[in-house]
């Protein structure tokens, strides 16, 4: 975890072992907020959502404020019918004695594989020393971490982020920490992601930003944040600072923090999607419109063939042109231009007469770089971020649970 | 080859290498009629046509009877401009001077690596050898072999079938032979198939029949015949058998006997998917209409996650009931059961009750099985042949061109 991350104040964090992963790794976090914090929530649109999700859903949807959120890897709990239900129930209930809140206060995630019955009984066994583990001294930076580790499937690396903003109020802390791993659209690795401040804001303003902020940071990744049975992005605001956020430029500042810090946990959850070895932009510009761009895009960013071309930093734009080709959009191809960061590939839908392959190799053997397909035909534009398709990623999935 | 291949009568095969492959691979594939052929192709719907494409559709739309068909492998003259169109001009205008043909009865296909320059004269080199393979002593099964073997890129084996069918006019033969590899879809692996007939039809209703046979067979293995930029497919019907088929019952029998070999092709296709060990056939059933049925059918046979448990063995039904969700169809998930051969895996969208592991294991480790997935809520169905993602996929596809 990076030195100077910034802890967002009034928030404590906890993660312990209670048996859902093998050995002593940790499976289960806590995020307790000191006091209630406003909530927004974007959920999966998948058609099987999980258990939590369906609970998270109508909890968000009775607008209550939270302070405490559990979150369990090993197993999603999801496609586990009206049992998965009752057990999320019975997990909050529990949760709520221990840590002396309403049932109401609290917030359900899990991960992991789908349709196992979910083991109730050694997630409540986890409860007593996560609640614990809150109390004694504070190694907040720690604890993070811990939670952070707690909430990882695949993922090799924990994930956090933290920075502060100034608004005419004050200082203002802005805290996140995900999960993600998995890299093919349209797929299910689950991506769960956290974002906590110490702003004070009202409800509404708050979940009309995480829609705006996730749409342009979670969605823009081709891992299909939106695809799991279990897929959340959760906000809390828990207003410690005393800031209360309301002129439009606090507002603006709280959201360029707020898309910072998520789109900082989308790149980390490309560059550790399973396998993965190279993260690249893929940037559609001068389309006709937004569709139109972004279509094309997600069949670059999405095309296997492409993604193993990345692994093999294989500089084989026929794969892009290709995908590019069958995205069902109408293009002009003689008026296509592709780079390669700053090589110029392709012009006119040709490959480029000055264009020397060793050039683009180059670029491909670097662990960031950026394609850019102009379509010359609009204004319009789009970005995602993608990985490699790499034989450790088939190696990560076809052992996933054995 | 099976060895007891029908090989149409009136049709002559030779395969050659030129130079396009290393080594000495065969690389240049000639089909002749010995009489003019009613035409019929569908070809790729890509928006960057491969040059042959962009000629062979003009050639269609002409109407003219086909003589001879010349494939390469190696380099797919795509997107190779307008250098690229008149590559195609000058090599069918050498071939048709080599066989005292007019232009208009040559066909060309090529496939290979997009965007490098077509190398004319090392294909033009291969013209006169071709072409003196078709004199001398006629070996039809070697030369079927040699043709198919000629057209093949990341195929591991050649594929051709040939079959005898009854009419009320006599025996009419149908033999096919066509490349594939690639397993991905959407993505671009080129796919063409060569439909040859000894049956005397009507043109129109040669295509017509062609277009639904390509829709029940080529269109419904994951490979996406329709989206690279090269992809055809080609049917010729020289009517050397003498019969002239016009009656509902013949022509019912032709297109029999056409989708048969065409689904032979098909699964040969999906069999020698790159890196493939397994072929899946995905069937969903009881769907509320036909659109429902393939888009759930197609999310779940294009899932990198449902390809790679597959070649895992591992029976984690949970990524195919999220392929479900996420497919953009609305179902009901109570109503969902599924399958993997006879073995009930899901019952009312959880797992059986009486589901034992095992038992889904050992169907995931035949080299063939069924998933079907059963939505409860209409009469439509679709099904779709896929095969499993592995680790050869990855390296034949990193490494493809170096």
Same mark, same amino acid.
């Given at each position: 975890?990076?030195?100077?991350?910034?802890?967002?104040? &009034?928030?404590?964090?906890?993660?312990?072992?209670?048996?859902?992963?093998?050995?002593?790794?940790?499976?289960?976090?806590?995020?307790?907020?000191?006091?209630?914090?406003?909530?927004?929530?974007?959920?999966?649109?998948?058609?099987?959502?999980?258990?939590?999700?369906?609970?998270?859903?109508?909890?968000?949807?009775?607008?209550?404020?939270?302070?405490?959120?559990?979150?369990?890897?090993?197993?999603?709990?999801?496609?586990?019918?009206?049992?998965?239900?009752?057990?999320?129930?019975?997990?909050?209930?529990?949760?709520?004695?221990?840590?002396?809140?309403?049932?109401?206060?609290? $917030?359900?995630?899990?991960?992991?594989?789908?349709?196992?019955?979910?083991?109730?009984?050694?997630?409540?066994?986890?409860?007593?020393?996560?609640?614990? &583990?809150? *109390?004694?001294?504070?190694?907040?930076?720690?604890?993070?971490?811990?939670?952070?580790?707690?909430?990882?499937?695949?993922?090799?690396?924990?994930?956090?982020?933290?920075?502060?903003? *100034?608004?005419?109020?004050?200082?203002?802390?802005?805290?996140?920490?995900?999960?993600?791993?998995?890299?093919?659209?349209?797929?299910?690795?689950?991506?769960?992601?956290?974002?906590?401040?110490?702003?004070?804001?009202?409800?509404?303003?708050?979940?009309?930003?995480?829609?705006?902020?996730?749409?342009?940071?979670?969605?823009?990744?081709?891992?299909?944040?939106?695809?799991?049975?279990?897929?959340?992005?959760?906000?809390?605001?828990?207003?410690?600072?005393?800031?209360?956020?309301?002129?439009?430029? /606090?507002?603006?500042?709280?959201?360029?923090?707020?898309?910072?810090?998520?789109?900082?946990?989308?790149?980390?959850?490309?560059?550790?999607?399973?396998?993965?070895?190279?993260?690249?932009?893929?940037?559609?510009?001068?389309?006709?419109?937004?569709?139109?761009?972004?279509?094309?895009?997600?069949?670059?960013?999405?095309?296997?063939?492409?993604?193993?071309? $990345? $692994?093999?930093?294989?500089?084989?734009?026929?794969?892009?042109?290709?995908?590019?080709?069958?995205?069902?959009?109408?293009?002009?191809? *003689?008026?296509?231009?592709?780079? $390669?960061?700053?090589?110029?590939?392709?012009?006119?839908?040709?490959? /480029?007469?000055?264009?020397?392959?060793? /050039?683009?190799?180059?670029?491909?053997?670097?662990?960031?770089?950026?394609?850019?397909?102009?379509?010359?035909?609009?204004?319009?534009?789009?970005?995602?971020?993608?990985? /490699?398709?790499?034989?450790?990623?088939?190696?990560?999935?076809?052992?996933?649970?054995?």
């Amino acid at each position: 975890m990076p030195e100077n991350i910034k802890i967002c104040p &009034g928030y404590r964090f906890a993660g312990v072992h209670c048996g859902l992963k093998p050995g002593e790794a940790l499976d289960l976090a806590l995020l307790l907020s000191d006091c209630p914090a406003v909530a927004a929530a974007v959920f999966t649109k998948n058609r099987f959502p999980a258990a939590p999700v369906l609970y998270g859903r109508r909890q968000l949807a009775e607008g209550s404020d939270l302070r405490a959120v559990m979150i369990n890897s090993g197993n999603a709990n999801a496609c586990t019918g009206h049992q998965g239900e009752v057990d999320v129930l019975t997990v909050v209930e529990v949760l709520a004695a221990a840590l002396k809140l309403s049932p109401a206060e609290i $917030f359900i995630s899990s991960t992991g594989v789908i349709g196992e019955p979910f083991p109730v009984t050694t997630v409540l066994k986890g409860v007593e020393p996560l609640v614990s &583990g809150l *109390e004694g001294e504070a190694l907040p930076k720690a604890d993070l971490a811990a939670a952070a580790r707690a909430i990882m499937t695949t993922d090799q690396v924990p994930k956090t982020v933290g920075i502060e903003i *100034e608004t005419s109020q004050g200082l203002v802390t802005l805290t996140g920490l995900a999960k993600g791993a998995g890299m093919i659209h349209p797929d299910m690795a689950t991506m769960l992601a956290y974002l906590l401040t110490d702003a004070e804001i009202d409800r509404q303003t708050w979940q009309a930003m995480l829609q705006r902020v996730v749409d342009k940071s979670f969605n823009r990744i081709s891992v299909d944040g939106d695809m799991s049975t279990n897929d959340t992005v959760l906000a809390l605001a828990n207003g410690v600072s005393g800031c209360y956020l309301t002129s439009s430029s /606090d507002l603006e500042a709280l959201e360029g923090g707020l898309l910072q810090i998520a789109r900082e946990l989308a790149f980390m959850i490309v560059k550790d999607g399973e396998g993965a070895t190279k993260v690249v932009e893929i940037k559609v510009v001068r389309a006709l419109n937004i569709d139109a761009a972004e279509k094309i895009c997600r069949a670059v960013a999405n095309s296997a063939l492409v993604k193993t071309a $990345f $692994f093999g930093q294989d500089a084989n734009w026929g794969r892009i042109i290709a995908a590019v080709g069958y995205a069902g959009v109408k293009i002009n191809p *003689e008026l296509v231009n592709i780079n $390669f960061d700053q090589i110029r590939v392709v012009t006119g839908g040709v490959r /480029d007469p000055l264009y020397q392959e060793e /050039d683009g190799a180059a670029v491909l053997r670097q662990p960031e770089f950026m394609v850019k397909i102009d379509l010359q035909s609009g204004e319009d534009e789009f970005t995602l971020l993608t990985s /490699d398709l790499t034989h450790e990623y088939i190696s990560i999935n076809a052992d996933y649970r054995s």
